[in-house]
């Protein structure tokens, strides 16, 4: 929000700037109650009944559990919680890893099959002139949905860091989607086709409902049995640290647009977001989440090519500074 304002008005555009950010602050808020919440909280729900079919109809108490737990961080101040979250959701990251690797060595022999599907089935002669475009679309859709890049969502995380040089966060930054889609999401798509997971006839209405995380416990639950309990774990903390740091993300943005003094009135609305999403269906989150989310990445892609020309001169200091010396490798 500031870089779209205090930026663009360097370059003589402040009034443009300060319509992009007051639209990227709008989309972010909405992002943080959608995709940043509701989302988060029932695809975790949806993987968890397959392991506590108690919840079934009756997922009012997981989104109370939810909202109480994200409360007592977000209202209560308790960031321990919050603290645990983060240091154990990098090492379930690595057992997920693990696992999509056991499965995939496991089963090599399918695995060029499977890419080779994957991309045959994009380009056939029914995508092409049937779906293609609608494909396409949901392939953007989903990959922003997953790494975020160009929203500018991630930004707001990386500006809070006491960095000596900018650049240097940046280029950290550029990591988060390769980790995310490159290696973590084609990993998943591959165990789900390896599998056979996409086309069983059982898994029907989970692909229907965009239950991804049901589907994905699917696929791995066929090998590994014991799987769907860790995985349960896995996504249950994803979709709590996700909450924590959407709830940042939009109160960052709430507050520029209100004031400091309005922080509680977001809070308490984005806890009501956070049960809500226990009740409402999936694809109606996700259509929600996608209009937000998707529709934060043209004031922020504007903003970032119009302002090119100032990373670019930050980008070649900094490299030729630490080709010079000046700039230790190690630092």
């Known amino acids: 929000v500031l870089y779209l304002s205090k930026g663009l008005e360097e370059l003589k555009l402040k009034p443009l700037g300060k319509v992009l950010a007051v639209a990227f602050a709008i989309l ?30 009756n997922g009012w108490i997981y989104g109370l559990v939810m ?18 979250a983060d240091k154990v959701v990098p090492f379930m990251c690595g057992v997920y890893v693990l696992a999509c690797l056991y499965i995939l060595i496991a089963d090599a022999a399918a695995v060029p099959h499977a890419i080779s599907l994957i991309f045959s089935e994009a380009f056939t002669p029914d995508a092409a002139f049937g779906g293609f475009v609608g494909v396409l679309v949901t392939g953007f859709k989903r990959a922003a949905f997953s790494n975020e890049a160009g929203i500018g969502s991630a930004a707001i995380a990386h500006s809070a860091a006491k960095v000596k040089y900018p650049v240097e966060e940046g ?14 999401c ?10 056979g997971a996409y086309a069983d006839p059982v898994n029907a209405e989970l692909i229907r409902t965009n239950n991804g995380a049901a589907l994905t416990s699917q696929a791995f639950g066929s090998v590994l049995t014991w799987f769907p309990y860790l995985l349960s774990v896995a996504v249950f903390l994803f979709a709590y640290s996700t909450m924590i740091s959407w709830s940042y993300y939009g109160e960052r943005c709430w507050v520029w647009l209100f004031g400091d003094g309005s922080t509680m009135a977001y809070r308490v609305v984005f806890l009501i977001f956070v049960f809500l999403g226990s009740q409402i269906t999936a694809t109606n989150i ?40 000046e700039i230790r490798a190690h630092e």
């Open 28 to 57: 972010c808020i909405g992002g943080s109650f959608g995709g940043g919440n509701t989302f988060q909280v029932k695809q975790s729900l949806e993987q968890i009944k397959l392991v506590v079919p108690a919840l079934e109809g």
């Open 67 to 84: 909202t109480l737990l994200v409360g007592i961080v977000i209202i209560g101040g308790i960031r321990r919680i919050a603290s645990v």
């Open 171 to 184: 280029i950290v930054a550029l990591l988060e989607p390769f980790i995310d889609t490159v290696v973590v």
């Open 186 to 195: 084609t990993m998943t798509a591959l165990v789900i086709v390896v599998t």
């Open 286 to 325: 996700l259509d929600f989440s996608d209009l937000m989310i998707l529709g934060m990445g043209f004031p922020n892609i504007l903003g970032v090519v119009l302002l090119s020309g100032k990373v670019r001169r930050a980008l070649d200091e900094y490299t030729g500074r630490l080709r010079s010396g």
